[in-house]
């Protein structure tokens, strides 16, 4: 015997969420690469300053790399729920595009130029901050667009909630790569200031 249920799948609801996630989830892309850029780009030459853009810029491509991972899975939670519905009642599916290219650091140059100026440094600190503020605000988007979708049912419940572990999840890595990038400027700071005495 069947149990009571009730879906409601609005269509044009799905679709327009699916054109808002493929939007949310290229932003959060271009930021990362942009925040990798920034990195590795930092106005601060010298040989070891060369190893520090390196091992920075390997740290977040290793992040950038795993919050795709992420994106991805949300996707096709999403993607999973609704193709189910929509081939029970002949509707049509939800398309939500992530770029799945992995994400490469540009190469870092040796150099025998030494140009400690710490203000690129500092600066830097401020400009990550405002990478993962604008990408934990996409998380938060994204998790928005879907809750506001007329959509009803244990689907979309069972969808919502891993988007919502993976937003969690997603959230914590950023807090985790933020902290840890930071750290490398300040401990390449400190250098400078040793040096510098």
């Given at each position: 015997?069947?149990?009571?249920?009730?879906?409601?799948?609005?269509?044009?609801?799905?679709?327009?969420?699916?054109?808002a996630a493929?939007?949310?989830?290229?932003?959060?892309?271009?930021?990362?690469?942009?925040?990798?850029?920034?990195?590795?780009?930092?106005?601060?030459?010298?040989?070891?300053?060369?190893?520090?853009?390196?091992?920075?810029?390997?740290?977040?491509?290793?992040?950038?790399?795993?919050?795709?991972?992420?994106?991805?899975?949300?996707?096709?939670s999403v993607?999973?729920?609704?193709?189910?519905?929509?081939?029970?009642?002949?509707?049509?599916?939800?398309?939500?595009?992530?770029?799945?290219?992995?994400?490469?650091?540009?190469?870092?140059?040796?150099?025998?130029?030494?140009?400690?100026?710490?203000?690129?440094?500092?600066?830097?600190?401020?400009?990550?901050?405002?990478?993962?503020?604008?990408?934990?605000?996409?998380?938060?988007?994204?998790?928005?667009?879907?809750?506001?979708?007329?959509?009803?049912?244990?689907?979309?419940?069972?969808?919502?909630?891993?988007?919502?572990?993976?937003?969690?999840?997603?959230?914590?890595?950023?807090?985790?790569?933020?902290?840890?990038?930071?750290?490398?400027?300040?401990?390449?700071?400190?250098?400078?200031?040793?040096?510098?005495?």
């Amino acid at each position: 015997m069947a149990l009571a249920a009730h879906v409601v799948v609005d269509q044009p609801s799905i679709t327009a969420y699916g054109t808002a996630a493929t939007t949310i989830f290229g932003q959060m892309s271009t930021e990362l690469t942009t925040l990798i850029s920034d990195v590795v780009e930092v106005k601060y030459e010298a040989p070891t300053a060369t190893q520090f853009k390196r091992e920075t810029g390997n740290l977040a491509v290793a992040f950038a790399n795993a919050l795709h991972k992420d994106m991805n899975a949300m996707a096709a939670s999403v993607t999973a729920a609704v193709t189910s519905i929509a081939g029970a009642f002949d509707a049509t599916s939800v398309t939500i595009e992530v770029a799945n290219k992995a994400i490469t650091a540009p190469s870092v140059p040796e150099t025998t130029t030494i140009d400690l100026e710490t203000a690129g440094l500092i600066a830097l600190k401020d400009t990550v901050d405002t990478r993962f503020k604008a990408i934990i605000g996409f998380l938060v988007d994204h998790k928005d667009a879907l809750d506001k979708t007329i959509w009803e049912g244990n689907a979309k419940e069972r969808a919502k909630g891993e988007v919502n572990t993976l937003t969690t999840h997603s959230t914590q890595q950023c807090e985790q790569a933020q902290k840890d990038i930071k750290a490398f400027i300040d401990t390449q700071l400190d250098n400078v200031s040793i040096t510098d005495a």
